[in-house]
């Protein structure tokens, strides 16, 4: 068993690196099409990764949606949706969100250690079945997909947000990359980009390679091997 779960970081941004505005309404950046193809991408891995700042701010489901996917997941004797995971050091989350009250995919919160305790209890008293796990302090996303590789998951999404995303590609810890470039400007300093400042192991001298370009309607699609 290889010691961490074949990674896969998916998002979409505007033309100049925004996955959203600064307004109290979700910024669309995707089309239908696009949607789909995330749908067809989830319902291949075992696990759906997002942090707690996302759980927060868009109340993802993180189900496979199409019904045909979710009954050929089942005829290959695995959930209709995959786990869903969040990582959180504060422990602030929301039992009543749709991270833990949609569907009936497994839940895993890989918590810092001091929020531990609170954060189970929580949980538990409000009748969700997800798991809390101590990831140390900070969380350390090595021993998160490690845990995570022993309960069999080999394909992971990672989905956001910026924090996620930085930490994740900072630490040379994603195999593959799906970035969907919508055709607009965001243009607003206050708004969270796709990644947030630092050294990062894909630089100018460690190109990555660009696997696909797929454009769908107005989106365009760029797939990138790490």
Avoid: W
């Avoid at 993802?60 to 959180?88: C, D, F, H």
């Amino acid at each position: 068993m290889k010691d961490r779960p074949y990674v896969l970081l998916s998002c979409a941004m505007s033309v100049d690196g925004y996955i959203d505005d600064s307004s109290p309404e979700r910024l669309l950046l995707s089309n239908d099409e696009d949607f789909d193809r995330v749908d067809e991408v989830r319902a291949t891995c075992d696990a759906i990764l997002v942090g707690a700042g996302t759980v927060r701010r868009d109340d993802p489901r993180l189900l496979v949606r199409s019904q045909a996917r979710r009954r050929e997941r089942v005829a290959r004797g695995v959930p209709p949706s995959p786990a869903k995971v969040t990582l959180t050091t504060a422990g602030d989350l929301d039992p009543s969100s749709r991270f833990f009250a949609a569907g009936d995919a497994e839940k895993i919160v890989y918590a810092a250690s001091a929020a531990v305790g609170k954060l189970s209890a929580r949980l538990g008293e409000a009748g969700t079945d997800a798991e809390v796990v101590d990831a140390g302090d900070p969380v350390e996303l090595r021993r998160l997909l490690g845990d995570l590789a022993g309960r069999g998951v080999r394909r992971l999404m990672v989905e956001g947000g910026a924090s996620v995303h930085t930490r994740f590609l900072q630490e040379d810890l994603v195999d593959e990359l799906h970035l969907v470039i919508a055709p607009f400007f965001v243009g607003d300093s206050t708004a969270p980009r796709f990644v947030r400042d630092g050294g990062f192991p894909h630089d100018r001298r460690r190109r990555m390679d660009l696997a696909e370009v797929r454009k769908m309607g107005d989106v365009t699609l760029l797939r990138y091997l790490l």
